[in-house]
Nanobody
Framework: QVQLVESGGGLVQSGGSLTLPCAAS????????MGWFRQAPGKERNFVAA????????YFADSVKGRFTISRDNAKNTVYLQMNSLKPEDTAVYYC??????????????????WGKGTLVTVSS
């Protein structure tokens, strides 16, 4: 089992920045890929960004490319989503997820094995 806890969400103005940490515990050593997904009200959950646990490979959705970065601190078993130039359309609940197989790249929602409870990001115009 892998437990994931996101934090860092909140209210930010358009153009602002936020960093979302995701701390992994339990069998974190088994994780191959970490991903961030988001779900806006009334919409499906969508992929945002992913990184291999080694950090060698990263991947971003087109909608956030150039604005978001993903990084990890293996010593802390923590992955970070740095979000810059935020837009109102980035408003969503952001979920951290872990894939222990790493067989699909970039990962899809259904490829992820463990999920955090999510953290709400609201971007005001």
């Amino acid at each position: 089992q892998v437990q994931l806890v996101e934090s860092g969400g909140g209210l930010v103005q358009s153009g602002g920045s936020l960093t979302l940490p995701c701390a992994a515990s339990g069998r974190a050593f088994s994780v191959k890929v970490m991903g961030w997904f988001r779900q806006a009200p009334g919409k499906e959950r969508n992929f945002v960004a992913a990184t291999t646990w080694s950090g060698v490979n990263t991947y971003f959705a087109d909608s956030v490319k150039g604005r978001f970065t993903i990084s990890r601190d293996n010593a802390k078993n923590t992955v970070y989503l740095q979000m810059n130039s935020l837009k109102p359309e980035d408003t969503a609940v952001y979920y951290c997820a872990a894939d222990v197989n790493g067989s699909v790249w970039p990962p899809r929602t259904n490829d992820m094995d463990y999920w955090g409870k999510g953290t709400l990001v609201t971007v005001s115009s």
